[in-house]
């Protein structure tokens, strides 16, 4: 009788097991056709628009008799579709491996403010052709970051392009860093029209917002109409190894 009672009680043991494994897989398979969707959701409308644009230059090109000069222009911007589409692809590739495949990112140490202080030298110029001022506000203390630096540059110079487009010229784009409780707020401010931040359904928003998740951190924007957009990068300063060390 004690046998069968140990049998059965492994066996029910054995039957949660199962019942607990074939939830998992439910779920991540779920998860996996969430993700597919999703990741069509984005193709689907990010390629819509150079899509259309190809085939209604193509169309009119073939519809209508045009000199060689027209048909080279026609070409040109086709080009420029395909490099956009091209582009698209990339970004809907890189955000993908970041919520997918975190061994990608490549964590090291390194100034923080040195780092902050080299995109403002190339938001300089960049905005130098609009004439656009560039003001900065940084800690004079050294801040060692752990942290992936190409994906970091790579968000922070979306950023100033985004605020550079939308900045009339004569504007001013403002860089802002300080600390507030357990975290570190890195700004990106502009003077243009305030319209940009509805970019936050945007691809490039999506793949910042993936970065900053991926450093345990977010990132949010606050539109003022007329006044401009300011885009705030929230990281923890857990991941801060030190705030103390006076620059010379």
């Not at 519809?63 to 582009?87: C, D, F, H, W």
């Not at 140490?109 to 403002?120: G, N, P, S």
């Not at 950023?159 to 009339?168: D, G, H, Q, R, S």
């Not at 900053?212 to 924007?221: R, V």
């Amino acid at each position: 009788m004690t046998m069968i009672v140990l049998i059965a009680i492994l066996l029910v043991i054995a039957l949660v097991l199962m019942a607990g494994s074939l939830h998992q897989m439910k779920l991540r398979l779920q998860k996996s056709s969430q993700d597919i969707a999703e990741f069509s959701s984005h193709m689907s409308h990010e390629l819509k628009t150079p899509l259309a644009i190809l085939r209604g230059e193509s169309e009119l090109a073939l519809r209508l008799e045009q000199t060689p000069e027209e048909y080279r222009k026609v070409l040109e911007g086709n080009l420029q579709e395909i490099s956009r589409m091209a582009k698209i692809i990339e970004d809907l590739l890189l955000l993908t491996r970041l919520d997918h495949q975190p061994q990608i990112l490549k964590f090291e140490k390194f100034d923080l403010v040195d780092f902050l202080k080299e995109i403002e030298e190339a938001a300089r110029l960049l905005a130098g052709e609009k004439k656009i001022t560039v003001e900065s506000d940084f800690p004079k203390e050294t801040c060692l970051f752990l942290g992936d630096k190409a994906h970091l540059r790579r968000l922070f110079f979306d950023l100033v392009k985004n605020a550079i487009k939308f900045t009339p010229a004569y504007g001013k784009i403002r860089m802002h860093m300080r600390r507030d409780g357990g975290n570190i707020l890195i700004s990106v401010s502009d003077t243009g029209a305030g319209a940009e931040a509805v970019a936050g359904n945007g691809l490039s928003f999506k793949i910042a917002q993936s970065i900053t998740k991926s450093h345990s951190g977010s990132i949010s924007a606050e539109n003022r109409l007329g006044k401009g957009t300011t885009f705030t990068v929230k990281l923890p300063t857990a991941s801060c190894c030190g705030l103390k060390v006076k620059k010379t």
